[in-house]
């Protein structure tokens, strides 16, 4: 079926991660957790992750302590760490099409440090991510999506999966609409 001519890429996604029910709270499993919100847009020639991370205040300090940063957003220490940060990040998704690794490139970033339990500093941060899909031609195309990030930390896990202009979802593992408000309820 051809993609360049108005026929609809159909997509089979599967998604490799732990979705948790649990209440979402400001940091609902502790202040040592990690949360990880994943908003998967599959378009008829390009996929985009909307990849953000939230750190309870724990490893918010670890990584200010150990990076040197100043919890603040405009801080001459923040834009070069979160730079680094999108990059590390990325090496610990996989977006596979058809058994094909595609290759992520962070097209925005964005940080921010709320206050969490006793006025100490959290950490959470966005990365747009997007991939060329390349030829879409060989009709219907599976997607692996796996996050490896921060694997060995507690934290609420969330995947979404929409189908854009022209592309049909036929099945998925993830829903199409969030529970967490993109980890902000």
Same mark, same amino acid.
């Given at each position: 079926?051809? /993609? /360049?001519?108005?026929?609809?890429?159909?997509?089979?996604?599967?998604?490799?991660?732990?979705?948790? $029910?649990?209440s979402a709270g400001a940091h609902p499993l502790g202040n040592f957790s990690i949360s990880h919100y994943a908003g998967i847009d599959i378009g008829s020639d390009a996929i985009q992750v909307r990849y953000l991370?939230?750190?309870?205040?724990?490893?918010?300090?670890?990584?200010?302590?150990? /990076?040197?940063?100043?919890?603040?957003?405009?801080?001459?220490?923040?834009?070069?760490?979160?730079?680094?940060?999108?990059?590390?990040? *990325? /090496?610990?998704? +996989?977006?596979?099409v058809g058994g094909r690794r595609l290759p992520l490139t962070a097209t925005a970033r964005e940080i921010i440090f709320p206050?969490?339990?006793?006025?100490?500093?959290?950490?959470?941060?966005?990365?747009?991510?997007?991939?060329?899909?390349?030829?879409?031609?060989?009709?219907?195309?599976?997607?692996?999506?796996?996050?490896?990030?921060? *694997?060995? +930390?507690?934290?609420?896990?969330?995947?979404?999966?929409?189908?854009?202009?022209?592309?049909?979802? *036929?099945?998925?593992?993830?829903?199409? $609409?969030? +529970?967490?408000?993109?980890?902000?309820?």
């Amino acid at each position: 079926m051809s /993609r /360049r001519r108005g026929a609809g890429l159909l997509a089979v996604v599967t998604v490799a991660a732990l979705v948790t $029910t649990a209440s979402a709270g400001a940091h609902p499993l502790g202040n040592f957790s990690i949360s990880h919100y994943a908003g998967i847009d599959i378009g008829s020639d390009a996929i985009q992750v909307r990849y953000l991370i939230d750190m309870a205040e724990i490893p918010t300090f670890q990584e200010i302590q150990e /990076r040197g940063l100043v919890a603040e957003a405009g801080h001459p220490s923040v834009a070069p760490w979160l730079a680094r940060m999108a990059e590390t990040l *990325a /090496r610990g998704l +996989r977006v596979e099409v058809g058994g094909r690794r595609l290759p992520l490139t962070a097209t925005a970033r964005e940080i921010i440090f709320p206050p969490g339990a006793g006025d100490l500093p959290t950490l959470k941060l966005g990365v747009v991510y997007r991939a060329p899909l390349g030829d879409t031609s060989a009709g219907a195309l599976e997607l692996r999506y796996v996050d490896e990030n921060f *694997a060995d +930390r507690a934290g609420w896990k969330e995947i979404v999966v929409r189908a854009g202009a022209g592309v049909t979802l *036929a099945s998925a593992t993830a829903p199409a $609409t969030d +529970r967490s408000s993109q980890l902000s309820d």
